[in-house]
């Protein structure tokens, strides 16, 4: 079982960054590939970014590609997504997930965290 939590998100201006932060309970953290998906309202959750358990490879979806950097730390249990060049279109709230597999579709994810807005202002 893992219980994740992120944190981070809030209202930034085109442009501008923010860093997500999820905190996940468990001693098997490092087992686990780590993702990052959004939704906006409307809209299907979809892949942003995920990183294998050991933080060596990673894989992000092309419109974020370039601008978002996913990361991770074992010793702190933390997964971080650090965002740059925000655009408005990147407003949805953000989920970290994790799961056993590399994968990218979010029902191949099994725990998920509650959550987190990012708002992007014109």
């Known amino acids: 079982q893992v219980h994740l939590v992120e944190s981070g998100g809030g209202l930034v201006q085109a442009g501008g960054s923010l860093r997500l932060s999820c905190a996940a309970s468990?001693?098997?953290?490092?087992?686990?590939?780590m993702g990052w998906f959004r939704q906006a309202p409307g809209k299907e959750r979809e892949f942003v970014a995920a990183?294998?358990?050991?933080?060596?490879?990673?894989y992000y979806a092309g419109s974020v590609k370039g601008r978002f950097t996913i990361s991770r730390d074992n010793a702190k249990n933390t997964v971080y997504l650090q965002m740059n060049s925000l655009k408005p279109e990147d407003t949805a709230v953000y989920y970290c997930?994790?799961?056993?597999?590399?994968?990218?579709?979010?029902?191949?994810?099994?725990?998920w965290g509650q959550g987190t807005q990012v708002t992007v202002s014109s």
């Open positions: 997930a994790a799961n056993l597999g590399w994968a990218f579709a979010p029902k191949a994810y099994d725990y």
């Open positions: 468990g001693r098997t953290f490092s087992s686990y590939v």
């Open positions: 990183i294998t358990g050991s933080g060596r490879s990673t």
